[in-house]
């Protein structure tokens, strides 16, 4: 696929592929290059990022840091902050996303952590809970808590949707900014 094929997404079967399009033309528009952070989601927002053909133009790489002990080996979260907060939280999303982005070297990340179900949920933090962050270089994390209803799989589903959608909305902001 060339660079120009990419400009305007092409069709795709699926609406998380063409969210996945989409967000690689953004990233290539702005130079950037992607990396992930992924807990519930289990490497689903790496999968879609890279089924699309060219990917390896700006997608860096993704942890799928699913435990606390790899999210603290493999992105520096402290212990403290997984103990104070929980895994599921604004405070474990954020750094997940710094923590993404340092050791990727990448210019853009995105986080996740959330309780898919169907158990493991309490009423502070129930099934469906999910904490997502969008980080670019230079920039202010961005956070998000949604409540998303279904199963196990519709809950991570509507998780790798959101994060595409917002995130391509998040840059296509960034670049009418950047223009005007």
């Known amino acids: ?7 305007s997404p092409v069709p795709c079967d699926t609406p998380i592929e063409n969210l996945s399009a989409q967000l690689g033309a953004l990233l290539l528009s702005h130079g950037y290059t992607v990396t992930t952070a992924e807990s519930c989601t289990g490497g689903g927002i790496a999968q879609a990022i890279t089924d699309i053909p060219g990917s390896s133009r700006w997608f860096s790489y993704g942890f799928v840091t699913y435990s606390n002990v790899a999210k603290q080996q493999l992105l520096g979260i402290s212990e403290a ?7 599921v939280s604004e405070q474990v999303v954020e750094s997940m996303a710094i923590g993404a982005l340092k050791a990727a070297q990448a210019d853009v990340a995105i986080a996740v952590s959330g309780i898919a179900g169907p158990d493991g949920g309490t009423k502070a933090k129930p099934v469906g809970m999910v904490w997502i962050a969008w ?10 808590c949604y409540n998303f209803l279904g199963d196990r799989k519709s809950i991570r589903n509507q998780s790798v949707n959101e994060v595409l959608a917002v995130k391509i909305d998040l840059l296509e902001q960034k670049k009418s900014k950047n223009t005007v």
Do not use: N
């Open 1 to 7: 696929m060339s660079p120009s094929s990419l400009s």
């Open 81 to 87: 902050v997984i103990e104070s907060c929980g895994a």
């Open 135 to 144: 980080l670019v270089s230079g920039d202010e994390a961005i956070t998000r």
